[in-house]
Each structure stands twice: as structure tokens, then as C-alpha cells.
């Protein structure tokens, strides 16, 4: 499925993590049971521990890796550590983790200033000391951070996520906004100094990954720079940090900083980021926090004058009734009792308890799980804890025949009349312009028939076909090279404003035929095809079911066009030799004959 992400874990990293080797097939059932997906397994080369753009092939060295299928909503397991957690804690190998915020001596600061608010008005920020991390949890701190920039930061539209190594630079730091020209800093993976103007003419010449992010802010007078108290550029967000602070391996103490244009977007990446890291902090789990200071002027209309500390690891609670879970989940409160819904929850990484006699349970949503909003969140997560496997599968207590849409079934059969009768079928776009719905046709626009496309892309769509003819009569313009006689015919809806549906407009099954040859207008076989569509519709002139009688269209010829019109005097359709003024106007040299007929009335 391309619409979830797929991470990519080293095989022997992740059983390390939980403990214990699995078979494929295992391995396979346990994701299964989770509500993830063993998508593939291949073997590639160890990765390199360098910095983006600047990595080198490696050795010959290979390792076995799993590629993951996950939720796009579990920003959790985007990587390794989030992985290995929730599946241990899934398993019953480990508790959930408790986060917590320090508290420093003298903790750092952010002043965002005003020119920020035109362009991207908001970062939040936290630190992580004494890290431990290595090469491969370096490698998967990277792989994380584009895994967030490409699903929940929208290719960093909303979020951009930079990290720093702070032993590197001297806070407090400084979020601003100034033109391109006065930004210089030598970017990451890069040895000389640019201006920020002279950066992105560069990625754009060099065809770089960065040139897809560079409109974000390319159409901005300024652009934002996030600088430490000597006036060094941490990053210029959205699209590079600087080659200064950049982190390695050995990275002691880490600065994050996300700056957004969407508040709540920007916390849950921030989160996301620290809740899998901070595992490598000196004390597990823990996190510094920053305080950001807003400038009192108008510009930040949120939270102007305000000081933020971030991040903002508080908990949620929900409540859900036992009830509605055991009615959703499709199981009785004896295979699934009251009791049972928290030690269930607990293996989704949520700490629950019952409340109101066991009739309520209220859940405690950690940092990780921003995904869980609703009861119906909750019920999700005890229906995977308990097992879809295990969850019976009765047969529905009411039980219904199945039969084809009457409306539909009619216009089978019509096609296959037409289509035995010699006629081809076509189906044209139910969308059309006005010239081809009215002016082509020699018909006038009141304004009351055509339902209007607002927004048209092309002024070949511009309103809803309000007759299947000049579908028709284009499809014979551009087949011309197609051998004589042409019988075309399309049984398909129009769509007709009517105040009296409640969308302000009603569709119409109609049926329509154009009979086209050199030798003669076509006007009796249209007419006859006509009458052989009604026979089998149940109709017959004989027994005075219809009548035909003369009428004037300004679509046909005047004497050659008539009505077909019901015992109660209803029109059930029209047939006649096209007008020549049409035939031009569709580029139609031949004469021409067709049909309409309303199928919707047989009904």
C-alpha cells in the first residue's frame, strides 16, 4: 500500500533490542498480532555513520534488513528504538517508559523575534545530555527525523527538525527572520561560506535532494535563521543546518529545535523525537527543557509576549465506555470483561484504569501516541491487544438478499439491445463545456439547467452535461477516419439543477443514439431504433402505450423531428436529422441523425 510508510530496521539490531532471535515466519506473525506488516527482507550493506551528502559507499560489509510496514499515524515506530519499545512492551518484555523533565541549573532560552511571523512563526526546542549514541543510533536519529519530515511535517511544509551539537555553541540562541543576502554560514556538508541567496541558486544548479524544499520559503522577503549568542547560524529551516553544530556519533549533548508553521504538529514531532532518543540520555528517558520567549509585538497574535517551555511532555487522559468497547470490538463482557480492558491496554504502551463500577475506563495517552484522540482510538488498540484472530466471526443476525440496482439492471439491458441492433458504445466525460452544451447545439443558457463547475481547470469542463448529444456528435468529429456508416449510442446520466433534491441537483439515466453515412441522413433507422428501445421497454403504439408527434428543437432540422410522448402526455424522448448549423459546429460533414430517450421514467 504507498499510502503507509515503510522503515527499514537492521535484523540483528532489532533482536538485540527485544531480547531474543525470531524465524522469519515468527517474526512475521508477531507484526501480524501488532497490526504491522513484514513488507520485505533483504540484505544490503552496512551503513556509513557520515553525514548526509557527504557518505561513502563503505565496505563490502552487508546485514540482513526488514522493511516494516507501519501505520502512518504511529509516529512511535518510524525507527528502531520506537519499534523495538512498543514490540517488547507489546510482548510483556517491558513496561512502558516513564518521561521526565529535569531540572537545570540554568536552563536555556529562545527569543523568537518578530519578523518570524511572516514566514514561520514557531520553534519549539529541548536538549538531551550526557547521550551515548553511536553508529547505529546515529544513524537511525537521521532516519527518523526524514521519516517525520516526509509524513507528519508534510516534506517540511509544517515541520522542520534540526539538531545541534551544543558543546558547539553559546546560547541563549536568537530565532529570527532577515533577508537572504545577510544570512551567510557555511551549510552542512559543505566547506565554503554562502548567503542564503547564493545557497539556493547553488542547490538549484546542482540539482541537490534540498531543491524540493527550496519554495517553501523562496517567495518570502526573509528568510528565518535560528543563531546562538555569537552570532553562529544553527540552521536556516526548512532547508539546511549548519556545518558548525553539525551532530556525529560522538555527540554528548544534543540540541533539538523544530521550528513550524503548525503549533500542535510542531509538539508532536518534538515529542516524537525526544521519546525515542532519550533513551541514550546519562539518565534514561529524561529530557531538558527550553524556554521560548515570544516577542510581545502583535505579529505573534498566540502568543505574543509569552514564554513557552517546551517540550510539553504532560499526558492526556480519554474516557470510554466498557460497553461500547465490547459492542464495537464485537465481544460479550464474558469473553471480554470489564477487568480485562487494562491489562490489554497496558500492551499498547496506554495505562488504564476502571472508574464508575467498572463502566467506564479512563486512559492515560503518554507523548507517543498522539494517534489515540477518541474512544474509538482506545477500541482500536484493545481489538489488536486481544487479538482480530481471536475475535469471533458470527454470522450477521439479519440476513438479506442481494440484487442488482433496478436502475442499473434496466441500463444493462438497453446496452445490450442497442448493441445488437448494430450500434457501438461509447462513453463520453460527464463533464463538458458550456459551448458544446448549449451554443454548439443552438440551444440558449437561462441559466437554470446546468449545474457549474466553480473552479474549472479547463474550459472543457466547465458545467454538467445536460445531454448525452454532444458527447456523442464529438466522439463522431474525432473518429472520422472510422469507416461509414457510424451508430453510436451511450446510455449513461445527465445532471439537471432541481430545487426539489436536497443537493440542489438530480441526475437522469437517459439513452442516446447518432446514426451518421453519406447516402442518406439516417432518419429511419434512428426512428426505428427508437421504436425497437420502447418495445422492449414495455411499450407499444399500437396499444396507444405512446404517440409521435411533430416538434420543433433547434438542435434538429425543422420537419425532420419529432417527440415520443406517453399515454399521460409525458415526453419520453426526442429523435430527428440533426440541424447542418450543429453538424458544423461539431465539424461534422455527414448527415446525421439521433436520439434521446429518458430511461429514468421506466422505472
Request: aromatic fraction near 8%; include cysteine.
Amino acid at each position: 500500500n504507498p499510502s503507509m510508510p515503510v522503515i527499514s530496521v537492521a535484523r540483528d539490531a532489532l533482536f538485540a533490542e527485544l531480547g531474543r532471535t525470531y524465524t522469519e515466519d515468527e517474526f512475521n506473525e508477531l507484526c501480524f498480532e501488532f497490526g504491522i506488516e513484514l513488507d520485505d527482507v533483504s540484505e544490503e550493506p552496512v551503513k556509513g555513520t557520515k553525514t548526509r551528502g557527504d557518505r561513502d559507499a563503505g565496505d563490502e560489509e552487508t546485514e540482513v534488513i526488514y522493511k516494516v510496514e507501519v501505520p502512518a499515524n504511529r509516529y512511535d515506530i518510524l525507527c528502531l528504538e520506537g519499534l523495538s519499545r512498543a514490540l517488547k512492551v507489546f510482548i510483556g518484555e517491558a513496561p512502558p517508559p516513564s518521561y521526565t523533565i529535569t531540572s537545570p541549573e540554568r536552563k536555556l532560552k529562545v527569543t523568537v523575534a518578530s519578523p518570524t511571523a511572516t514566514v514561520r512563526p514557531y520553534v519549539v526546542c529541548a536538549v538531551l545530555r550526557g547521550c551515548t549514541l553511536g553508529d547505529r543510533a546515529y544513524n537511525s536519529f537521521l532516519d527518523l527525523q526524514e521519516a517525520l519530515h516526509h509524513n507528519i511535517a508534510r516534506r517540511r511544509s509544517l515541520v522542520a527538525i534540526g539538531t545541534h551539537d551544543l558543546d558547539t555553541l553559546t546560547p541563549p540562541f536568537t530565532y529570527t527572520a532577515k533577508p537572504p543576502k545577510d544570512i551567510r554560514f557555511v551549510p552542512l556538508a559543505q566547506e565554503r561560506e554562502f548567503d542564503a541567496e547564493e545557497l539556493f541558486a547553488f542547490y538549484e544548479a546542482a540539482n541537490s535532494p534540498l531543491k524540493k524544499f527550496l519554495p517553501l520559503i523562496a517567495a518570502s522577503p526573509v528568510y528565518p535563521v535560528l543563531y546562538d549568542a555569537e552570532g553562529r547560524v544553527l540552521s536556516l529551516p526548512p532547508i539546511i543546518n549548519g556545518e558548525h553544530s553539525r551532530i556525529s556519533p560522538d555527540t554528548r549533548n544534543v540540541f533539538i529545535e523544530c521550528t513550524c508553521t503548525d503549533l500542535t504538529k510542531g509538539h508532536i514531532v518534538l515529542n516524537t523525537v525526544v521519546a525515542m532518543f532519550s533513551q541514550y540520555s546519562a539518565t534514561p528517558f529524561s529530557v531538558e527543557p527550553v524556554d521560548v520567549d515570544y516577542s510581545s509585538a502583535p505579529s505573534h497574535p498566540k502568543l505574543a509576549g509569552e514564554t513557552v517551555v517546551t517540550p510539553e511532555l504532560a499526558e492526556r487522559t480519554l474516557t470510554a465506555d466498557v460497553g461500547y468497547i465490547q459492542r464495537t470490538v464485537g465481544l460479550g463482557a464474558a469473553e471480554l470483561p470489564a477487568e480485562a480492558i487494562p491489562p490489554l491496554l497496558a500492551r499498547m504502551m496506554l495505562d488504564a484504569q476502571l472508574l464508575e463500577q467498572d463502566s467506564k475506563v479512563q486512559v492515560r495517552v503518554p507523548i507517543t501516541r498522539p494517534d489515540v484522540m477518541q474512544a474509538c482510538d482506545i477500541v482500536e488498540d484493545v481489538a489488536v491487544a486481544y487479538s482480530f484472530n481471536k475475535i469471533p466471526r458470527p454470522v450477521a443476525p439479519v440476513l438479506c438478499t442481494g440484487a442488482q440496482n433496478p436502475l442499473q439492471k434496466l441500463t444493462e439491458l438497453m446496452r445490450l439491445e442497442m448493441a445488437q441492433m448494430g450500434f457501438t458504445e461509447a462513453l463520453t466525460f460527464a463533464l463538458c463545456s458550456t459551448d458544446d452544451c448549449f451554443e454548439k447545439l443552438r440551444l440558449h443558457d437561462d441559466g437554470k439547467s446546468a449545474v457549474v463547475i466553480a473552479n474549472p481547470k479547463t474550459m472543457d469542463f466547465q458545467v454538467c452535461r445536460t445531454s448525452l448529444l454532444p458527447g456523442l456528435l464529438k466522439t463522431l468529429s474525432k473518429n472520422k477516419s472510422n469507416p461509414l456508416p457510424w451508430k453510436l449510442f451511450e446510455a449513461s446520466d445527465t445532471v439537471h439543477l432541481d430545487d426539489g433534491d436536497d443537493v440542489g441537483a438530480s441526475n437522469r439515466r437517459r439513452l442516446a443514439m447518432v446514426v451518421s453515412d453519406t447516402s442518406s441522413s439516417g432518419f429511419e433507422i434512428v426512428h426505428g431504433a427508437v421504436e425497437r428501445a420502447l418495445l422492449m421497454l414495455g411499450l407499444s403504439m399500437g396499444k396507444g402505450d405512446y404517440s409521435v408527434r411533430h416538434l420543433s428543437d433547434p438542435s434538429f432540422l425543422e420537419g425532420r423531428c419529432a417527440e415520443v410522448v406517453s399515454r399521460t402526455g409525458k415526453q419520453l424522448g426526442i429523435f430527428g436529422t440533426v440541424h447542418p448549423q450543429v453538424l458544423e459546429n461539431f465539424d461534422l460533414v455527414f448527415p446525421t441523425s439521433a436520439a434521446d430517450i429518458d430511461l429514468q421514467h421506466f422505472l
